[in-house]
């Protein structure tokens, strides 16, 4: 789970030294006595200006339940309640399922030319040689990051994106795999979204595919084609680095 912390004015006020935890209630069982209580983690998504935190935890049951967030600093304690659904089922692969195989865009398909595939100002040409298709035929492992830098809803694809191509760097035996989440046409040297009726931004086959609800999101995928690793929005370096040495 990912969540930030706002003021009054939802300004956001998430630090590293604003302690965080969350107690979650199944609302069928009981709202007064919580089946856990987790601490969470601050995560920096735009570094040293806005960051949100993250927590993993487990829903027993589908249904209806409430996530209490007690947040302390400097000896004061505030409390929220938010009440949510969980789902049967994720609209993402789920841990373990078999990856989708897509036809993701490479370098071969638009001549070399990089700025056809990326919105990223600094892309690295490695994250468009190897589509997700021929990754999954040639049993290679595979770290896949749907972003667009420059058109990015969440605001943190840019910052997702540069954080994972450092760590690309220091992975030589893996592939990894850049993707523009909504459909582009390239015009005057550069990438422009294709809009709807409503000039909302349209989601490709590909990322409906992977029925991704939000960008960015991060995947994590072994030699079988097994999804091993999964993020929405951010990961720490610690845990990808972890998702990625397990499937070397």
């Not at 983690?41 to 049951?61: A, K, M, N, S």
């Not at 589509?131 to 040639?138: F, G, I, K, M, Y």
Request: with cysteine; proline share 8%; hydrophobic share 40%.
């Amino acid at each position: 789970m990912l969540f930030g912390m706002l003021d009054p004015h939802n300004k956001s006020i998430g630090a590293p030294d604003l302690i965080v935890k969350v107690a979650f209630y199944d609302v069928a069982s009981s709202t007064t006595t919580p089946v856990a209580t987790v601490p969470a983690t601050f995560l920096w998504t735009i570094p040293d200006q806005t960051g949100v935190y993250e927590l993993t935890t487990t829903f027993g049951e589908p249904g209806d339940w409430i996530a209490e967030f007690i947040s302390s600093k400097g000896g004061l304690t505030e409390r929220t309640q938010v009440q949510f659904q969980v789902a049967a089922s994720s609209t993402t692969p789920a841990l373990g399922a078999k990856a989708p195989d897509t036809k993701t865009p490479t370098l071969a398909d638009v001549g070399g030319d990089v700025k056809q595939l990326s919105t990223d100002t600094t892309p690295d040409p490695a994250f468009y040689q190897v589509s997700v298709h021929d990754a999954l035929a040639q049993h290679k492992p595979f770290v896949l990051v749907f972003a667009t830098p420059a058109f990015c809803t969440s605001r943190v694809c840019g910052p997702t994106l540069d954080a994972i191509k450092a760590i690309a760097k220091t992975e030589p035996t893996v592939t990894f795999i850049n993707v523009e989440p909504y459909k582009m046409s390239f015009a005057d040297g550069h990438l422009q979204p294709i809009l709807d009726a409503q000039q909302y931004l349209q989601a490709t086959d590909v990322t409906n595919a992977w029925g991704l609800p939000t960008e960015p999101w991060i995947f994590v995928v072994d030699r079988n084609g097994l999804v091993q690793g999964s993020w929405s929005t951010v990961v720490s370096a610690a845990e990808l680095t972890k998702a990625i040495d397990a499937v070397k």
